[in-house]
């Protein structure tokens, strides 16, 4: 399964940018998934997850209250969102969005996610 993301490009501090992951099979609909980012010289770190259903998310602190992940299915597509708000220099990343193989809790363990996008690039500047 190919995981593809978008939305990602340079916008100021304070601004807000969506991102967006689609991927093209309808089981995905099913799985947990997420968005991971890797700032320059860093571990990759978990942001946000969501449950199957949609129900449940889960954030990572540093963007509590700032971003909201969302989720949609149109046709066999899934589309995953990640809507950012009130950005920080320190957001600066490449996100990944990743999706679990099973339907489960929104959790932040990078080692259940078994698809991952190949990422966009986030540059928050002053």
């Known amino acids: 399964a190919q995981l593809v993301e978008s939305g990602g490009g340079p916008v100021q501090a304070g601004g807000s940018l969506t991102l967006t992951c689609v991927v093209s099979?309808?089981?995905?609909?099913?799985?947990?998934m997420g968005w991971f980012r890797q700032a320059p010289g860093k571990e990759r770190e978990f942001v946000a997850a969501i449950s199957w259903s949609g129900i449940t998310t889960n954030y990572a602190d540093s963007v509590k209250d700032r971003f909201i992940i969302s989720r949609d299915v149109i046709e066999n597509s899934v589309y995953l969102r990640l809507q950012m708000n009130k950005l920080k220099i320190d957001d600066t990343a490449v996100y990944y969005c990743a999706a679990d193989s099973i339907a489960g809790a929104a959790h932040d363990v990078e080692s259940r996610y078994h698809y991952w996008g190949q990422g966009t690039q986030v540059t928050v500047f002053s």
């Open positions: 099979e309808r089981a995905f609909s099913e799985y947990v």
